[in-house]
């Protein structure tokens, strides 16, 4: 013990300047974006080393490459089904059904899911922020929408070479355009920052038949996500005072506690809506 | 002493939040003369105490100018080195003799290579962690020696408007 103290007391100064570069470095990874996520990738490859390490070990050696099959798979499907959104040619008889190996550009659909990995993920601040593991470098950009297998998780925000930042669901700054798949009632999701299972869905109007258990999905308006995927059920209806219009809290399908693998959406054909929707509407009367 | 201590970590802090950080040539050109305060502190201060008062200093700067602990590990880094600095740039303890770095003290080329070493280490860790990576390192390196060199200057010029009272 003595030498211990000794020790302490002959490296006090080294120790000293050790804590306040620490405490200086943490004060940069809290501020930082751009810094948070190279210290990610940095503690990424070192967990990812650890856990590889810890891979051979154990005989869960290969379900992790399983998995990353499965999304590769979900991804072929999920490519071929949303075919179903775009437009074929009139006269166009021939319909590949395997066409995502086609390269005629009629056959592209809109949306192109590429698969992500969860990195980073939080469920208890009142704006919740996640961190995939793909960046710019894999066409990912701003505004792109996040799934996983159960539902909508959330969107892009900020990107780097090999990663990028997106608001979950679970934040108060989100407004997703939504509709019950009952009876197509439009809606907005939005989270109220408290607990993380439940969001609320607004402006639906208390006229329309709205019951617990009905499904809440994507509206397909927001060019962010394709129509119909799921958001979740609803689980409590009420009637906003004074107004009317339903206060809805819903269940979320995607389970935020636990996010793993998933996909960003991207709309291929975003410029083209976009170069449209800039376009002074001529007025009708 | 310590009256002017304060009084000079004030103005530097001023000066260099209000005016310093607002200066924009081309764009590469952000010098940051608040180290002088670290420069010219008493030989005689504890090396606990220097620590602290440029994380502290540095820390102040983050403050003002949203940097996020980025100017105070560059700081806290170069009251780290300065006693080393001392001892490698001085002849035999010479530095016993007299109360504080300067050139009236110490002499014009002592106090040169002196600030200049601290000023390069300051600059060096600063713009390194603020651009958090190497990919350009040529640019990165012309920076931080450009400002090393702006930032000398000012010290100079600030010494010699502003002796430090004995």
Not at chain 1, 121 to 136: A, E, F, Q, S, W
Not at chain 1, 137 to 160: A, F, H, P, R, W
Not at chain 1, 234 to 239: F, G, K, L, Q, R
Request: net charge neutral.
């Amino acid at each position: 013990m003595r030498y211990l103290l000794a020790f302490l007391k002959k490296y006090s100064f080294f120790f000293l300047f050790i804590l306040l570069e620490a405490i200086a470095f943490i004060w940069m990874m809290n501020g930082l974006n751009y810094q948070r996520s190279v210290m990610a990738n940095l503690s990424g490859s070192l967990s990812g080393a650890v856990y590889s390490v810890a891979n051979n070990i154990t005989d869960f050696a290969n379900l992790g490459r399983e998995n990353e099959k499965l999304v590769q798979e979900n991804v072929r499907l999920r490519n071929a089904l949303s075919h179903k959104k775009t437009y074929y040619p009139v006269d166009s008889v021939v319909y590949d059904t395997l066409n995502y190996t086609t390269r005629d550009s009629a056959f592209y659909s809109q949306f192109v899911y590429e698969p992500v990995n969860f990195i980073h993920n939080t469920v208890h601040k009142p704006n919740n922020y996640l961190m995939i593991d793909k960046g710019r470098k894999e066409g990912i950009g701003q505004d792109m929408g996040i799934v996983n297998g159960s539902g909508v998780v959330g969107i892009i925000t900020d990107v780097s070479n090999n990663f990028s930042w997106g608001m979950s669901m679970l934040n108060t700054n989100i407004k997703l355009s939504a509709k019950l798949k009952r009876n197509n009632q439009l809606g907005t999701v939005e989270w109220d920052g408290k607990e993380f299972r439940h969001g609320k869905l607004t402006d639906v109007p208390a006229h329309t038949n709205v019951k617990t258990g009905d499904t809440i999905v994507t509206s397909g308006y927001s060019q962010v996500f394709p129509e119909d995927i799921m958001i979740g059920f609803v689980d409590e209806v009420s009637v906003n005072e004074g107004t009317n219009l339903y206060a809805i809290r819903f269940r979320y399908a995607a389970d935020f506690n636990s996010l793993d693998y998933g996909y960003v959406i991207k709309n291929v054909m975003i410029k083209e809506i976009d170069s449209i929707s800039n376009i002074q509407k001529p007025v009708i009367n | 002493m310590t009256i002017n201590n304060i009084i000079r970590f004030i103005l530097l802090v001023a000066v260099q939040v209000i005016i310093l950080n607002k200066i924009n040539f081309s764009g590469y050109v952000d010098p940051y003369l608040y180290v002088f305060f670290i420069l010219v502190l008493p030989f005689s201060i504890p090396r606990g105490a220097l620590l602290l008062l440029g994380f502290f200093t540095g820390a102040v700067i983050d403050v003002f100018s949203h940097t996020y602990g980025v100017h105070a590990a560059a700081t806290t880094f170069m009251a780290f080195a300065r006693p080393g600095v001392i001892r490698m740039v001085s002849k035999k303890q010479e530095y016993e003799t007299a109360s504080a770095p300067g050139i009236s003290e110490m002499g014009l080329r002592w106090f040169y290579f002196y600030s200049s070493v601290l000023i390069l280490l300051h600059h060096a860790m600063l713009f390194v962690l603020e651009a958090f990576s190497f990919d350009h390192l040529i640019l990165l390196a012309y920076r931080i020696v450009l400002n090393a060199v702006i930032t000398l200057a000012l010290v100079f010029i600030v010494h010699y408007l502003f002796p430090a009272q004995k």
